[in-house]
């Protein structure tokens, strides 16, 4: 029993007329006619009556129409289902970032994707850079935020902005008084910092501070953001951070520009090159388009 067999049965089934099966299976009635007879000999049972004036269904032939209607509804349906998830209209997406990194740039670019894309399951981890690479390689995650310049043979990138460092602290410290600060300001001061791991948010901040000539006292204990500005709003230091990052610590922070810093905290989309997961190219499409009108 094959789909062959099945379809030529169907069609004559819901006919009930031979000659207008073979017409709309655009074949000749004698094939026809021997299709069935060797369906009917493989189930060993009469699925049609024929006489000279007409065709009729046994109680077996019912059934098998039942049951054709059902597969090649299900297989109509799986070809639909396949062909979405090989455009990647449906599917899964697993994005990647730092705490924190997201917060101005990722939300409308996930709702300008879902409008898009809504049978797409979207799904953000939080994980430092250097795990996001790791999981980006091996397919565990499908694209990720991460802070720039990163050179990776396996990943493309794309630059999704740029953003100036700020400092953010307990709103009693005496620098609190300050509308603005400098760089000078840092001088020996004590900084609450993340683990000392290449491509985090400190990797380049404190070789930059070190290029200037403005020692401080680094304050361990913060393993993500979130607690790098708890640290700083209970007055242990101050969090050196990027100024997307604004507003989104704990109450009792204020956040003052560093008016003579030159560090540019870029961070970008990264994903595997030549990945064959058909979302991932839909939703960096959706990110081209986004910033190429920026």
Known sequence: MDFVKLRYFQTVAKT????????LLNISQPPLSKSI????????TKLLMRTRRRVEL????????????????????A???????????????????????TFGVLPPLLEIFQKEYPAVHCSVVTQPSAKQIVALRSGDLDTGIVPLPMND????????????????????????RKASLQLRDLRHQPVVALPDQPDNLYSCILPYLKKEKIPVK??????????????????????????SYREFGP???????????????????AWKKETPNAVVANFVRVVRGVYSHR
Do not use: W
């Not at 007879?37 to 060993?44: C, P, T």
């Not at 043979?153 to 620098?175: T, V």
């Not at 922070?253 to 810093?261: A, C, F």
């Open 251 to 269: 109450p009792g922070l204020v956040y003052r520009e560093i008016t003579d810093s030159t560090l540019d905290l870029s961070i970008g989309l």
């Open 79 to 101: 070809r639909i289902e396949v062909r979405r998830y090989g455009s990647g209209e449906k599917g899964v997406l697993q994005i990647g970032c730092e705490d924190g990194t």
């Open 37 to 44: 007879k060797n369906l009917e000999e493989q189930l060993g």
């Open 58 to 77: 046994t109680p077996a032939g019912h059934v098998l129409l039942e049951r054709c209607e059902r597969i090649f509804q299900e297989l109509e349906d």
């Open 16 to 23: 009930l007329h031979f000659r207008r099966a073979s017409a």
């Open 153 to 176: 043979p396996e990943l493309d990138l794309i630059k999704l902005g740029s953003c100036s460092m700020i400092a953010a602290f307990a709103d009693r410290l005496p620098l609190a």
């Open 218 to 243: 680094l304050v361990p204990g913060a393993f993500d953001v979130t607690t790098l500005l708890v640290m700083a709003a209970s007055g242990l230091g101050i969090a050196l951070i990027p100024c």
